[in-house]
Structure formats: C-alpha cells, structure tokens
C-alpha cells in the first residue's frame, strides 16, 4: 500500500488485528478483519461492534455568534439546539447543492462538528473563509474518534462507566472512558443504538483495547459500516448526495426545521436558499429513493434504471446485497413521477434487465435508544 | 500437472477434458471477500479463451471470470449458485463453478502451472 497515506492513532491495532488495510480517502483504513463484512455486519446487529472512524474531521467552533454564523452554511436551526444535544446538517453551495453532510453538538463553550474524512479540508477552510470572523474554527487532528455500535454497545461501555447509558439519541455528555477525557455522543451511522467517542489520539489505542476485552465487542471495518449504513438507509456523501444535489432531491428535509423554512424566524440565509425553497414548495424533479431487488444479482452505484419500455428514469448512487436483509437493496435517485413507493422499474445490469421496486427506507428499522 | 492456474486468478482441472473443471483460487476468493452471488455461464455455449464466462460477487465488488481455455460449457455448479459462499469455503473443491469440453489442449498447456501461479502470488 502506498506509504504517503495517512494511518490513524489505531493503525498499528488494526494490523494486529488482521485487518485488510485499503486507501480511503487519504488514509489507510481496514475495510474488514477476518471474520469478513458479513460476519461483522451481523456482529454489529446483534451485539457490539467497534469502528474506527478516526479518518473523520472533528472542529470546534468557539465564541458567542458560532451557531449563528454556523446558519449561515446549513438549512438547519443551530441557535436552538440545547447543551449536548446532537444534530445532523448539511453544508450546501449557492446552486442548493450538498458540500457535505456533519454532525454538530452544541457543548459547554463551543459546538462540536464531525465531517466526512474526503471533505474535512474543504470543510475547513469554507468555515474560516465564511464564518472565520465571527468564530474560531479549531480542527482537532490530535482526536481520534471511535464509534461502538450495535444493541449491546450500552452494556460493553456502560461497564466502562456507567453514566454513558443516562444518554439518549442524538445527545452526549463527558466522560472519563479507560483514563482518557473522551466526549461521547449517543449516535451512529449503522442503524443501531451506539456511541461514537472522541478521544483523545494518544490514549485512543487503551480505549479501542478495552472494549475489545468486552465480551459482546469485536472490531468491525469500513465494508460493514457501509453495508450497515446502507440498510439504515443513511447518505454516503459522494455517493447518494453530492454537489449536484439538493436537500430536496435527497429526500433529507426532515434535516430542515421549521425556523429555517419559509414562515420561520430564521427562513432561510444559508447558500442556495432560493433553489432549496422553490424546491420545497413545488417539489424536485429527482428524488432519492430506496430499491429493493426483486432478484439475488446485487445491483450497484452507477447501474441505469429504465422503464418496461427502456427509457431511462435514473440511476443508483449505492447498492449491495444486504445482510440483514438477505436482499439486493440500493439507494437511487429516480424520476419524480416514479419515485412513489412499490413502483416497479428495472435496473440495467451487465445488459440485463433486472427488476426493482420502490421500497421505504430504513430497509431495516433502526434501533435507536430514545428514552 | 491436472490443474493449471490463469493470471485472472481462475483454474481448471483437466482429468478429464471432456468435462474439465473451472473456478476460481483460494487468493481470488480471498481479495473478494464474501462471495453473495454468481453469474455461471450458458451450458451448451462455446466461449473462447479470454472470454467473460461468468461473473462473481461480493458484498464490496464485482468481478469477471474468464474462460481458461475454449470449449463448450457442459455442466454448471447449481449448488454454488444456491449458495455462493461455498467458493468462499471450498474454492477448489465443492466451490467449482462450470464443466467445460476443452477443444484446444494447446491453450491448456500455455497456462500456469502450481509453481509459476505461486510465484505469481508472491508477486502481488
């Protein structure tokens, strides 16, 4: 593997742990261990698994306006989001597109933003170059970060300390895990209930090694994460959401609260508000939609969708026979008028035709703890 | 030598040429991870050397299979097809994936014997 890729603080562990290391973005990263993505997968499922996502960027944005000026790059209400509680958002551009998707967690003194690890430089500098003035934009590159998912990931951590299993959903709080002075947020990108912990870098390889002493832990790589977020029918960005699209076509308004709608106290004012309004109320001509294979040929990013009659409706941006499912499933971005829920369309694989149907997503219901 | 290697990472024992067994090696099914799907060939079809005879899958990746040597596909591995993990399992065994009539031996003999497909895998 090439030696200008970036390891993580875990690089060593993985290594020990068998791991097949694959380059993603810019970093060396396991993509499985040898139990192999399925038996992970169902690993994370049904019991606990440990990811390391310490490729993800992690910022602080410090001072009074920094929710303010946060709105000022995402559809989404910041100002009133209450201390330790989590939410998603979306960076977007002048045209309405997506520059990212993130996690922000308003903290004792500042918000904590998690971005994706191929945008975390862009990522970075935009928020310095548009919102710079108005806060501190601190990149924490001495954090690692690890997320513990799946049913039993309350029980292997709680045993750590026991005020982890207090959070709920989308909240986070403090906390002293193994030594280290960790944040740790009640969130995840599998579907399951599960924490993702920020830890200190130097004392990151002492935590992951704990939990893995946890009876229900075992390490799961970026295969499973992507099969997992996949069935829970969570974005890949640079996959089923880019640039060109909108927070409309994706099918993520539920991430655009009222106060940022039209009619709400702090409507709009965020980068291609005109084109994400107009799309509100009179609809996108795509939308994202979940595909679930009528056949076993798993369908993947970039197959054409067709009508009976082979015109083209559209195209799928992430697909795999899934593991839980047992099923092909995929995320597309169809036609609007062929986006409703059981409509059959076709996927075009290796020349063949193979048939899908619209389906809801999550594929698999989530498992989120609520409280 | 019964069993010969190609470059693509497929083999083919040739016992009986009439019905010559093909898969693919412990190191293919290995770098695909967990096979989920296999696309077997036409039996009854002739396919030249080279020639896309199949596709496999895993969760991550799709991959081609190509025709060792040209001849006629006879037979076709249903159990594999029902369950293809079994190529994960037992790659050159229960993991065999088509039967095909060789009509040109010379093509057999230009692939890889043991010795020269391991020193191939030492390479990657």
Redesign the interface.
């Known amino acids: 593997m090439s030696t200008d890729l970036s390891k993580t603080p875990l690089h060593d562990l993985h290594a020990e742990l068998g791991a097949k290391m694959v380059p993603f973005a810019g970093y060396a990263m396991p993509v499985n261990y040898p139990a192999g993505i399925i038996a992970e997968h169902k690993q994370c499922r049904d019991s606990a698994a440990l990811f390391d996502v310490s490729h993800m960027g992690q910022l602080r944005l410090v001072g009074d306006d920094a929710a303010r000026a946060l709105e000022a790059l995402v559809p989404v209400d910041v100002v009133d989001l209450g201390l330790h509680k989590q939410r998603y958002a979306l960076f977007t551009n002048p045209s309405g597109g997506i520059l990212d998707d993130l996690m922000i967690t308003r903290r004792e003194g500042d918000l904590l933003v998690i971005v994706n690890a191929a945008c975390k430089a862009a990522d970075t500098q935009h928020l310095i170059t548009h919102i710079g003035a108005r806060c501190t934009v601190v990149p924490l590159p001495d954090r690692a970060l690890l997320a513990l998912q799946g049913p039993k990931a309350v029980n292997a951590l709680s045993r750590l300390e026991a005020g982890v299993a207090r959070l709920t959903f989308m909240t986070g709080g403090a906390f002293r895990l193994a030594g280290a002075d960790c944040y740790v947020t009640r969130s995840g990108y599998t579907g399951e209930d599960g924490f993702e912990i920020s830890v200190p870098a130097d004392q990151a390889v002492a935590l992951a090694m704990a939990l893995l002493r946890e009876p229900e832990v075992k390490p799961a790589g970026l295969g499973a994460r992507d099969t997992l977020r996949l069935e829970a029918g969570l974005c890949l960005y640079g996959h089923d959401i880019d640039s060109k699209t909108t927070p409309v076509e994706a099918a993520l308004t539920w991430a655009i609260q009222k106060v940022r709608r039209p009619g709400g106290a702090r409507a709009g004012g965020y980068p291609g508000a005109a084109v994400v309004e107009a799309q509100l109320a009179s609809g996108a001509p795509v939308k994202r939609v979940g595909l679930v294979g009528l056949e076993r040929v798993p369908v993947r990013e970039g197959a054409v969708l067709v009508d009976a009659q082979g015109r083209r409706l559209g195209h799928v941006t992430s697909g795999t026979l899934a593991p839980t499912v047992n099923q092909p499933v995929a995320m597309a971005y169809l036609a609007a008028n062929h986006a409703q829920l059981h409509h059959e369309v076709f996927a075009e694989v290796r020349g063949k035709r193979v048939p899908m149907r619209v389906a809801a997503m999550p594929f698999v219901p989530h498992g989120y703890f609520r409280g | 030598m019964t069993t010969m290697f190609t470059p693509d990472h497929e083999w083919i024992n040739i016992e009986d040429h009439e019905a010559a067994v093909v898969g693919i090696t412990l190191h293919a099914q290995d770098a695909l991870?967990?096979i989920?799907?296999v696309?077997l060939p036409e039996v009854g079809r002739t396919y030249k050397r080279g020639e896309v005879v199949g596709?496999v899958?895993?969760?991550?990746a799709?991959a081609d299979m190509y025709m060792p040597a040209e001849g006629e596909v006879v037979e076709v591995n249903e159990a594999l097809r029902a369950d293809p993990a079994l190529a994960n399992r037992d790659p050159m065994g229960e993991g065999w994936f088509f039967k095909v009539h060789v009509t040109h031996m010379e093509q057999f003999d230009e692939l890889m014997d043991p010795p020269a497909y391991d020193a191939l895998l030492k390479k990657l």
């Open positions: 991870g967990d989920v799907f696309d596709v899958e895993s969760v991550k799709a």
